[in-house]
T-cell receptor
Framework: GAVVSQHPSWVICKSGTSVKIECRSL??????MFWYRQFPKQSLMLMATSNEGSKATYEQGVEKDKFLINHASLTLSTLTVTSAHPEDSSFYICSASGQVDYNEQFFGPGTRLTVL | GNSVTQMEGPVTLSEEAFLTINCTYT??????LFWYVQYPGEGLQLLLKATKADDKGSNKGFEATYRKETTSFHLEKGSVQVSDSAVYFC??????????????FGTGTLLAVQP
């Protein structure tokens, strides 16, 4: 099946630093990638949708200058959390859809971010 | 706005027990409904889906029926196994289930099956 990976799987950083999370589709070309955020015991919340070669579309309430998304190729999207603060600590999950099956999103395993 | 409510866990069952995880939704229009499963250390996987009222989605012994009159999409399995232990997410899409339609998730229900 379609496989999506994320790197790193967990990261700890100091407040004020920036962190980059990668999302890769390993065996298919992803025309669309989605970034979600999940708080403990809460839903996955969609942060933004990105199409390859285009600017990401952010959901209401998501700061686009803080959460920079780049989808420069059909197999890679990155989420950069700029000037991270403790309230940005969360579980970040990406998904991808594309030529395998346009009607299904394939999810990565997630990245746990802890900001000290 | 659209939303999904699912029963809180954890749900602990013995092997071969019957499983029900409740899911109700609020939506305008005609959403598509999904159940995703997340095994430990892995990403979410689509378990089953239904795109219109009275449709029944099924996979791996799991079933869920799209009930428009009760706005529900309860997940059921007649006989659970230890390998079914995972977190289950109910979700809806406000389009025809196409990948570019947004998914709205419930909070997830942890299922633990004991031998």
């Amino acid at each position: 099946g379609a496989v999506v990976s994320q790197h790193p799987s967990w990261v700890i950083c100091k407040s004020g630093t920036s962190v980059k999370i990668e999302c890769r589709s390993l065996d298919f070309q992803a025309t669309t990638m989605f970034w979600y955020r999940q708080f403990p015991k809460q839903s996955l919340m969609l942060m933004a949708t990105s199409n390859e070669g285009s600017k990401a579309t952010y959901e209401q309430g998501v700061e686009k200058d803080k959460f920079l998304i780049n989808h420069a190729s059909l197999t890679l999207s990155t989420l950069t959390v700029t000037s991270a603060h403790p309230e940005d600590s969360s579980f970040y999950i990406c998904s991808a859809s594309g030529q395998v099956d346009y009607n299904e999103q394939f999810f990565g395993p997630g990245t746990r971010l802890t900001v000290l | 706005g659209n939303s999904v409510t699912q029963m809180e866990g954890p749900v602990t069952l013995s092997e071969e027990a019957f499983l029900t995880i409740n899911c109700t939704y609020t939506a305008t229009g005609y959403p598509s409904l999904f159940w995703y499963v997340q095994y430990p250390g892995e990403g979410l996987q689509l378990l089953l889906k239904a795109t219109k009222a009275d449709d029944k989605g099924s996979n791996k012994g799991f079933e869920a029926t799209y009930r428009k009159e009760t706005t529900s999409f309860h997940l059921e399995k007649g006989s659970v196994q230890v390998s079914d232990s995972a977190v289950y997410f109910c979700a809806l899409s406000d389009g025809y289930g196409g990948a570019t339609n947004k998914l709205i998730f419930g909070t997830g229900t942890l299922l633990a099956v004991q031998p």
